[in-house]
């Protein structure tokens, strides 16, 4: 009840916001339960698995573990939600024939019981450590069980769930099991209070989660271009990014600038930047879903987030492809995959503005040095395999053993 006061005030401040920065989405007001028959009928067409992932990255995590779902549990529908705007964009385009996708539920307790019941699921998966305490309540209630999958505790969560550890233990052992990315990840998460025996290390997901679909929505590259990708990028790194790219060109015109921000609302305001400093030859990408395909064209890739905001993005994609990449300081959220890259000799992180120039000056200049750190990367890649086929081993021991389906798992 306290939680559901709190969560009201929440909402009172952030929906006008949603409203002002349009980041409501069609099919909206199903976050509220409010469902129209059609939709109903389609989510009790079948028994249910039910997976949430949060936004952009959460998608791309399930976009491959949704297969092998469907291939173990041949008789169940998977129902995949997911909360921000653009991540609900991506997983309609990438999901559509192999899941139905809808909007999550507003973390109130009628509301998430109302989802509950509707979509009575057999069990329910949430990615890197959603913790929503009304949805496990009533997911607890109905005797659902409930599995994380790449679990994931950031030292800015860690700081934040510490303060509030004394609520959290009921909560947290209401979870069946805990598939966690690390070692650290896994002990930060039983001392919140997780049971040991609930916990397990089963690696990134990610790591099995490479490219497929590689049409890029750009023309293809000139007989004589080289591509450098910027990806993911936020305030502050684009212009860092130009500075650099003003002096590339002029030591070696093949080179040409994407940049992929990592929010398209932002892509006028670059597209702006661009143009004010003069450049003809900069693309700046204004839709979703398309990165992966444009580091397959990259001869050399800046993953962003890393320079001035911090906190990082997902490195394993162009590292896949055996692309050379650079990333800043700030990669917190993925420390123990930049630490794997960093101990095979498959990335370059450099310190600051300076050293970023330096680096891709130097990785401009030495087509040698970039196929090195290509080759490498495909190798962490290699070694860190099979997070997939771990967490779906564990997760079959809480699924009721009528809906396993393939004996495999």
Same mark, same amino acid.
């Given at each position: /009840?306290?939680?559901?006061? &709190?969560?009201?005030?929440?909402?009172l401040?952030?929906?006008?916001?949603?409203l002002?920065?349009?980041?409501?989405?069609?099919?909206?007001?199903m976050?509220? !339960?409010l469902f129209s028959?059609? &939709?109903?009928?389609?989510?009790?067409? *079948?028994?249910?698995?039910?997976? %949430?992932?949060?936004?952009?990255?959460?998608? /791309?995590v399930?976009?491959?573990?949704?297969?092998?779902?469907?291939k173990?549990y041949?008789?169940?529908q998977i129902?995949?939600?997911?909360?921000? *705007?653009?991540?609900?964009?991506?997983?309609? #385009?990438?999901?559509?024939?192999?899941?139905?996708?809808?909007?999550s539920?507003?973390?109130f307790?009628?509301?998430?019981?109302?989802?509950?019941?509707?979509?009575?699921?057999? /069990?329910?998966?949430?990615v890197? +450590? #959603?913790?929503?305490p009304n949805?496990?309540?009533q997911?607890?209630?109905?005797?659902?069980s409930?599995?994380v999958?790449n679990?994931?505790?950031?030292?800015?969560?860690?700081?934040r769930? *510490?303060?509030?550890r004394?609520?959290?233990?009921?909560?947290?052992?209401?979870?069946?099991?805990?598939? /966690?990315?690390?070692?650290?990840?896994?002990?930060?998460?039983?001392?919140?209070?997780?049971?040991?025996s609930?916990?397990v290390? +089963?690696?990134n997901?990610?790591f099995?989660?490479l490219?497929?679909?590689?049409?890029?929505p750009?023309?293809?590259?000139?007989?004589?271009?080289?591509?450098?990708v910027?990806?993911?990028?936020?305030?502050?790194?684009?212009e860092?990014?130009?500075?650099?790219?003003?002096?590339?060109?002029?030591d070696?015109?093949?080179?040409?600038?994407?940049?992929v921000?990592? %929010?398209?609302?932002?892509?006028?305001?670059?597209?702006?930047? &661009?143009?004010r400093?003069?450049f003809?030859d900069?693309?700046?990408?204004?839709?979703?879903?398309?990165?992966r395909?444009?580091y397959?064209k990259?001869?050399?890739?800046f993953?962003?987030?890393?320079l001035? &905001?911090?906190?990082?993005h997902?490195?394993?994609?162009?590292?896949?492809l055996?692309?050379?990449?650079?990333? !800043?300081?700030?990669?917190e959220?993925?420390?123990?995959?930049?630490?794997?890259?960093? #101990?095979?000799?498959?990335?370059?992180q450099?310190?600051?503005? %300076?050293?970023? #120039?330096?680096?891709?000056?130097?990785?401009?200049?030495?087509?040698?040095?970039?196929?090195?750190?290509g080759v490498?990367?495909? *190798?962490?890649?290699?070694?860190?395999?099979?997070?997939?086929?771990?967490?779906?081993e %564990?997760?079959a +021991?809480?699924?009721?053993?009528?809906?396993?389906?393939?004996?495999?798992?």
């Open positions: /009840m306290v939680y559901d006061l &709190v969560f009201l005030l929440y909402a401040v952030y929906l006008p916001y949603l002002l920065t349009k980041r409501g989405y069609k099919g909206y007001c976050r509220f !339960g028959p059609a &939709v109903k009928g389609q989510i009790k067409a *079948k028994d249910n698995i039910w997976i %949430h992932a949060v936004s952009v990255g959460e998608v /791309m399930i976009d491959g573990f949704i297969d092998q779902l469907r173990n041949p008789a169940c129902i995949a939600t997911v909360t921000t *705007k653009t991540g609900y964009e991506l997983a309609r #385009e990438r999901l559509k024939d192999r899941a139905l996708v809808i909007p539920p507003i973390d307790s009628f509301v998430a019981g109302a989802f509950v019941s509707l979509i009575a699921p057999k /069990m329910y998966i949430v890197e +450590t #959603e913790i929503w949805l496990y309540r997911l607890y209630l109905k005797k659902v409930l599995g999958i679990g994931r505790i950031s030292d800015a969560s860690f700081g769930y *510490k303060a509030i004394f609520l959290l233990k009921g909560i947290l052992n209401q979870v069946s099991v805990w598939c /966690m990315q690390s070692q650290k990840d896994a002990d930060r998460i039983m001392e919140l209070g997780a049971e040991a609930r916990v290390v +089963t690696g997901v990610k099995d989660d490219p497929k679909d590689l049409d890029s750009v023309s293809s590259l000139g007989k004589d271009e080289v591509w450098w910027a990806g993911s990028t936020h305030p502050g790194e684009e860092i990014v130009l500075d650099v790219y003003d002096k590339i060109i002029k070696d015109p093949r080179w040409r600038l994407v940049i921000p990592r %929010h398209v609302d932002r892509s006028a305001q670059i597209k702006e930047l &661009v143009t400093r003069g003809k900069v693309i700046v990408i204004d839709t979703i879903g398309q990165l395909s444009l397959s990259a001869s050399l890739v993953v962003g987030k890393s001035c &905001v911090g906190g990082g997902n490195i394993i994609e162009p590292a896949s055996g692309k050379a990449v650079i990333i !800043g300081p700030k990669v959220n993925f420390r123990d995959i930049v630490a794997c890259f960093k #101990e095979g000799k498959a990335i370059v450099v310190e600051d503005a %300076h050293g970023f #120039e330096a680096a891709v000056r130097d990785l401009c200049a030495d087509a040698a040095k970039r196929e090195a750190l490498a990367a495909r *190798k962490v890649i290699a070694a860190n395999q099979g997070a997939t086929k771990r967490s779906l %564990h997760l +021991t809480c699924m009721d053993s009528r809906f396993r389906g393939n004996d495999n798992v």
